[in-house]
C-alpha cells in the first residue's frame, strides 16, 4: 500500500497467494503506520480479495474509505502498479531465483527500506518519500 502524496509504501507483505492471513497482515501493517487521526482511501482493484467480508469489515472498522476503480479503468491503481515496475527492475532484475519466500521476503523488505528512506525522485522534489512527507507535514 502506498501513500500517493509521499509515493511512501505504507505496507508491503510477501506470500505464496493472496490469501486471508497475507490481507490482513498487510492491512494491519498499514494500521500500524499510519497516524492515529488518518483515515485514508483505499484504493483497489475490483479483485474478489478485495470484496471479501473481512477485509471490507476491517477496513470498516477503522474508518478507512474504499474505493475501486471501474473496470477498464487502471488509475485508481496506477501509483502502485508503478512502484512494482520499479521494484521489478530495480531489485528483481539481476536475481534469476531467489531460494524461498524467506529470501525474497527479506529482500523486498530492503528494497522498501531503500525506496522509503533513501531513493529520491523529481515528483518528491528531489528527496526520499519520508523525508518529503516529514518536509510536507512541518510546512
Same mark, same amino acid.
Given at each position: 500500500? +502506498?501513500?500517493?502524496?509521499?509515493?511512501? +509504501?505504507?505496507?508491503?507483505?510477501?506470500?505464496?497467494?493472496?490469501?486471508?492471513?497475507?490481507?490482513?497482515?498487510?492491512?494491519?501493517?498499514? +494500521?500500524?503506520?499510519?497516524?492515529?487521526?488518518?483515515?485514508? +482511501?483505499?484504493?483497489?482493484?475490483?479483485?474478489?480479495?478485495?470484496?471479501?467480508?473481512?477485509?471490507?469489515?476491517?477496513?470498516?472498522?477503522?474508518? #478507512?474509505?474504499?474505493?475501486?476503480?471501474?473496470?477498464?479503468?487502471?488509475?485508481?491503481?496506477?501509483?502502485? @502498479?508503478?512502484? #512494482?515496475?520499479?521494484?521489478?527492475?530495480?531489485?528483481?532484475?539481476? #536475481?534469476?531465483?531467489?531460494?524461498?519466500?524467506?529470501?525474497?521476503?527479506?529482500?523486498?523488505? @530492503?528494497?522498501?527500506?531503500?525506496?522509503?528512506?533513501?531513493?529520491?525522485?523529481?515528483?518528491?522534489?528531489?528527496?526520499?518519500?519520508? @523525508?518529503?512527507?516529514?518536509?510536507?507535514?512541518?510546512?
Amino acid at each position: 500500500m +502506498i501513500d500517493e502524496a509521499s509515493q511512501e +509504501i505504507l505496507a508491503f507483505q510477501i506470500g505464496i497467494s493472496p490469501n486471508k492471513e497475507l490481507i490482513v497482515k498487510t492491512v494491519e501493517e498499514l +494500521i500500524t503506520n499510519l497516524p492515529d487521526n488518518a483515515y485514508p +482511501i483505499i484504493h483497489s482493484d475490483q479483485g474478489c480479495h478485495y470484496q471479501l467480508g473481512y477485509y471490507t469489515q476491517k477496513l470498516a472498522d477503522h474508518q #478507512f474509505i474504499q474505493s475501486m476503480s471501474q473496470k477498464g479503468n487502471c488509475l485508481d491503481n496506477a501509483p502502485v @502498479e508503478s512502484f #512494482f515496475h520499479l521494484f521489478k527492475t530495480e531489485l528483481l532484475a539481476g #536475481f534469476l531465483s531467489c531460494k524461498d519466500i524467506a529470501e525474497l521476503s527479506e529482500l523486498s523488505q @530492503e528494497y522498501v527500506q531503500y525506496f522509503n528512506h533513501v531513493r529520491t525522485t523529481l515528483k518528491t522534489k528531489g528527496m526520499a518519500p519520508v @523525508e518529503y512527507r516529514n518536509h510536507a507535514l512541518a510546512a
